[in-house]
């Protein structure tokens, strides 16, 4: 007998981690890009819980004394290890510590391009023994601010802030000790919800970096599901990793997000290329021209075009992890501008690649939890929508599930697109409660990817009695759907679909059984047979 699932209703992870008084709708924004001038432009804008709150982000660095390791690092990506590796100024030069500041640096500077000022604010948290907000001015206390602003100085006062980090020890603007040589994530993750909790209502997020070397309290779990908080960790260094068991994927698996695994080197790249694990991909399109969005930890996009003098339709789609598709759109001129491309011009920007789709076809309804076989279509996407092209022949599918929100994708099968569709094959196992079908990258067209949608019937679970049985399935017909039980075209049992299940009681045994689920109240009736 099949094991009942949990049912994977796929819930917006990384956007959805807020109480359940406070949801709202996930929404896409385009910001307002002014009048840029012909030649390249960058659109931009925002994936969220459907609030215009602003956002806001606490960068979290471990200072604890094993981040002296790894010397030797390009830390502020200029492609060398040189003295300005050392970014702290401790004399300890492109060790863990200094890439950990190096990444807070790169992403900070893409959050200033991406948000609006009065949209976002950052604070910097380190911990060792001892967590400690920094504060961002003297005398504190004064724990957020814009990305991009640098009150009296010459740089954002958030930087100000984090590149004066040592170990056990915070040194702008008010000197804060992070006590002896341990290391506390439930201190760290303490202090950073007190902290968020005084910010500004809005979406909240951490971005934890760690060298992963300590545990985490089940308390502190609970305190993180409970907070509504987004928190992404990065494991860096020696023996760091994102294991389900290990407290740093705990952390992250807490609030529905994910753990990545970086070298120091490649820190920088790993956080500000990270996405929520709510947002599966990002298009923008003016007219025929579509293009794959970069991405950012916190939900923000860029896309990059290069366009001619004229007024134009921009059009973003976000494709979320639960398989849903929002949209929104923004109308804007572009000037003219000598040496510019001619009026009218629309193609992608330096860089930028196409945007791609894939479908994936709902399984037939089965008494399994998850389908055994995944087919669909892959093209590029024009006017939203799928439009099947050559150029992504022979382009590389993969089949991919895992164990939880937020947990890391595994490759169950792969195979080639031929003439626009795929078809791909696994043998289902209790370990995995979630699918979705993955196009990567080929040519210029980006990579892509898409939930497996959910049978019409599935998960059943049969119970036997002494002189009966009863099953109770998944169902995606809503409540209030009428099913029935047919046995040799006789009509056995009659039920009622409650909150995404259905149950049924017959006697003798469970074979020759016919389910039918069926919402009569709509004009296009949902239903679905299930033979057993």
């Known amino acids: 007998m099949v094991g009942l699932v949990a049912a994977a209703g796929l819930v917006l992870p990384g956007l959805a981690a807020v109480p359940a008084s406070a949801a709202t709708d996930p929404s896409i924004s385009i910001n307002n890009p002014g009048t840029p001038k012909a030649g390249p432009v960058v659109l931009s804008g925002n994936v969220s819980q459907g609030t215009k709150d602003p956002t806001t982000v606490l960068y979290v660095l471990d200072?604890?004394?094993?981040?002296?390791?790894?010397?030797?690092?390009?830390?502020?990506?200029?492609?060398?290890?040189?003295?300005?590796?050392?970014?702290?100024?401790?004399?300890?030069?492109?060790?863990?510590?200094?890439?950990?500041?190096?990444?807070?640096?790169?992403?900070?500077?893409?959050?200033i391009a991406t948000y609006p000022t009065t949209r976002i604010a950052v604070g910097v948290e380190a911990f060792a023994q001892v967590a400690q907000v920094a504060d961002l001015s003297s005398p504190g206390p004064d724990m957020f601010a814009a990305p991009g602003d640098k009150g009296s100085g010459t740089q954002p006062r958030i930087i100000t802030a984090a590149t004066s980090v040592q170990r056990g020890e915070i040194n702008q603007y008010v000197p804060k000790s992070l006590g002896g040589s341990g290391t506390s994530y439930d201190l760290a993750v303490s202090k950073a919800l007190s902290a968020l909790a005084g910010a500004a209502a809005g979406p909240k997020w951490v971005m934890l970096v760690s060298d992963g070397k300590t545990s985490v309290a089940d308390s502190t779990l609970s305190a993180l599901r409970a907070s509504g908080i987004h928190l992404s960790s990065f494991a860096v260094g020696d023996g760091a990793n994102?294991?389900?068991?290990?407290?740093?994927?705990?952390?992250?698996?807490?609030?529905?997000?994910?753990?990545?695994?970086?070298?120091?080197?490649?820190?920088?790249?790993?956080?500000?290329?990270?996405?929520?694990?709510?947002?599966?991909?990002?298009?923008?399109?003016?007219?025929?021209?579509?293009?794959?969005?970069?991405?950012?930890?916190?939900?923000?996009?860029?896309?990059?075009?290069?366009?001619?003098?004229?007024?134009?339709?921009?059009t973003a789609r976000a494709s979320l992890t639960s398989g849903h598709q929002i949209s929104s759109s923004r109308s804007f001129s572009v000037a003219a501008a000598a040496g510019g491309p001619n009026p009218g011009t629309v193609t992608p920007g330096a860089g930028a690649l196409r945007a791609t789709v894939i479908h994936a076809n709902r399984p037939s309804p089965s008494r399994a939890a998850l389908p055994s076989r995944v087919s669909g279509t892959v093209g590029k996407l024009k006017h939203g929508s799928l439009v099947i092209t050559k150029h992504l022949n022979r382009a590389i599918v993969a089949l991919q599930g895992r164990t939880s929100l937020g947990g890391p994708w595994v490759t169950l099968d792969r195979g080639r697109v031929k003439t626009g569709k795929y078809a791909l094959h696994w043998t289902p196992t209790g370990g995995v409660h979630y699918l979705r079908v993955a196009l990567r990258a080929h040519g210029s067209f980006a990579a892509s990817s898409n939930a497996v949608p959910k049978a019409r019937i599935s998960g059943c679970k049969v119970t036997r009695h002494a002189t009966r049985w009863s099953m109770t399935c998944h169902t995606t017909a809503p409540t209030g759907a009428r099913a029935r039980l047919f046995y040799n075209g006789h009509k056995v049992d009659v039920s009622r679909v409650s909150g995404g299940l259905v149950k049924v009681h017959a006697h003798g045994r469970p074979a020759g059984h016919v389910l039918a689920v069926r919402n009569s109240r709509k004009r296009h009736a949902h239903w679905a047979h299930l033979a057993l």
């Open 63 to 111: 200072a604890t004394a094993s981040t002296h390791l790894f010397a030797g690092s390009d830390c502020n990506g200029d492609g060398a290890h040189t003295l300005a590796d050392d970014l702290n100024g401790d004399t300890k030069v492109g060790d863990v510590l200094d890439c950990e500041i190096g990444a807070v640096q790169k992403l900070n500077t893409s959050l």
């Open 242 to 314: 994102c294991n389900s068991w290990g407290a740093l994927a705990k952390m992250s698996g807490a609030t529905g997000e994910r753990c990545v695994v970086a070298s120091p080197a490649t820190l920088a790249a790993s956080l500000t290329n990270s996405q929520p694990d709510g947002i599966a991909n990002v298009s923008v399109s003016i007219g025929d021209t579509s293009v794959a969005a970069d991405i950012d930890p916190i939900g923000g996009w860029r896309a990059k075009f290069n366009l001619g003098k004229g007024t134009y339709t921009a």
